[in-house]
């Protein structure tokens, strides 16, 4: 219960901060839109265009940080519907091929600019196992997502400091962007890992990673959900999602 009144609590703040923005700014556009016509009464025709712009302006920023409340909606709707499939034999060696470059290609989609080398280092002896396909790889698809946004983070780290996928993953002197996907048969059973050389996470947030809602990510760049999601999907197939965060080389 006292996990539950956590995760509540993270879910009212996490989606009030957006939805303060909305109201604030749709409260300052009626403003705006009195203003407006009084100045259209007047006749003034530059103050008209002054006041339209400041009100596209709020618009915008009311559609921004709508998206946000929206994304932390369904990001919770895909927890709550989280394996609720059915169990099958699943090749996972394919599945992690098929989301690596899911992953990579969606990304070049959103940005052309956006470029790093990827690999799969996979075991061809993995037996099949019973699992929810599709959780699986979404779980995948999350953590290859970070670790390409990891590597674009690095690459244009020494040009302002600021994590985005907007600049050339090759831009770092030496820096060769990359993400490896691999899979083997342990003692233990089937372990899959994603691993990148990007900038690494400090040990000090080490235990954080798992948390709803926490991110390192800028505010809008991320929900905080994606790796509680997958870790809980990871834990409801009987397995362990495990960090090992080490400095990329």
């Known amino acids: 219960m006292a996990s539950l009144g956590e995760l509540t609590a993270g879910i009212a703040h996490e989606i009030q901060n957006p939805l303060n923005f909305v109201?604030?700014?749709?409260?300052l556009n009626q403003e705006l839109i009195d203003e407006l016509e009084d100045e259209i009464e007047k006749g003034n025709l530059a103050e008209v265009k002054q006041i339209a712009a400041s009100i596209k302006e709020n618009e915008a920023k009311i559609q921004q940080h709508g998206r946000r409340a929206d994304l932390i909606v369904k990001g919770m709707l895909q927890h709550s519907r989280a394996n609720s499939g059915e169990k099958k034999e699943t090749d996972l060696n394919s599945l992690a091929e098929e989301f690596l470059k899911l992953s990579y290609h969606g990304l070049r989609a959103k940005d052309k600019s956006f470029n790093a080398n990827f690999k799969l280092d996979l075991d061809p002896t993995l037996p099949k196992v019973k699992v929810v396909a599709s959780d699986i790889g979404r779980v995948i698809l999350n953590l290859v997502n970070n670790a390409f946004y990891a590597c674009?983070?690095?690459?244009?780290?020494?040009l302002n400091g600021k994590a985005s996928l907007v600049q050339d993953s090759h831009q770092e002197n030496g820096?060769?962007?990359e993400v490896i996907v691999s899979s083997r048969q342990t003692p233990n059973g089937i372990e899959l890992s994603v691993r990148d050389n990007g900038?690494?996470?400090p040990d000090s947030i080490k235990e954080k990673i798992f948390q709803p809602f926490y991110t390192t990510k800028p505010t809008g760049s991320g929900t905080g959900l994606g790796l509680s999601?997958?870790?809980d999907i990871i834990r409801a197939h009987g397995g362990k999602l495990k960090s090992f965060l080490k400095k990329g080389k």
Do not use: K, M
Not at 23 to 27: G, R
């Open 152 to 158: 674009a983070d690095r690459s244009q780290s020494t």
């Open 23 to 27: 109201n604030n700014f749709s409260d």
């Open 175 to 177: 820096y060769d962007p």
């Open 229 to 231: 999601l997958s870790y």
């Open 199 to 201: 900038p690494g996470i």
